[in-house]
């Protein structure tokens, strides 16, 4: 991966987690909240080619936001959602980019289709 610098986050994201309650039914009725302020991230979507490698459907579309490390960032969880520009992505994995380093990679998808 090459070296991040602060220029390369020039896209806002909000995540938001999850805080709804149970309704009588004992259905899950959701109610998305944003978990803290908006952050910097760079924005890298999934070539087809690499999601056909993988063996994913080709209209999901699946992107990496690339953030700081902070105490927000670290209390994100795989349950959690990435908004950016109005669209909402479901978080599939996290990890430390590069390893041991001061950010922290998202990858998150959207189904145009669902």
């Avoid at 259905?27 to 302020?37: A, E, F, S």
């Avoid at 990496?64 to 209390?75: A, Q």
């Avoid at 109005?86 to 990858?107: L, Q, S």
């Amino acid at each position: 991966m090459d070296d991040l610098n602060a220029s390369q986050l020039n896209r806002r994201i909000q995540f938001r987690r999850d805080v709804g309650t149970e309704d009588d039914g004992l259905r899950r009725v959701p109610d998305w909240q944003d978990l803290g302020g908006p952050v910097y991230a760079r924005r890298r979507d999934i070539s087809d080619q690499e999601k056909i490698l993988a063996g994913m459907k080709t209209n999901i579309l699946i992107v990496r936001f690339i953030v700081r490390s902070s105490t927000l960032t670290r209390d994100v969880l795989h349950w959690d959602r990435v908004v950016h520009e109005g669209d909402i992505f479901d978080i599939t994995g996290i990890k430390e980019v590069p390893p041991g380093r001061a950010f922290i990679e998202f990858t998150a998808k959207m189904d145009p289709f669902s």
